[in-house]
């Protein structure tokens, strides 16, 4: 009975793969998200100084007693 040898290391999985066509479309960078990503953190902090800042400007700086 013949049972087959998985040891040979000259079997048809170590032959090399053909690639295909090079493409002429470049990758996207994602140079769309990080303005986004930027332009919604300078919101975020305007908005904190903002929440800190108003109730001052609305109060006149009277302390409560």
Known sequence: M???NNTDPNQGGSQPV???DAKEELAETGAAETSFLII?????I???IGFRML??????GRTAV
């Not at 919604?40 to 975020?44: K, L, S, Y």
């Not at 109730?55 to 006149?60: I, M, S």
């Open 18 to 20: 053909q690639q295909g």
């Open 40 to 44: 919604g953190a300078a919101t975020m």
């Open 2 to 4: 013949d049972t087959p």
């Open 46 to 48: 305007a908005g904190g």
């Open 55 to 60: 109730p001052r400007l609305v109060g006149g």
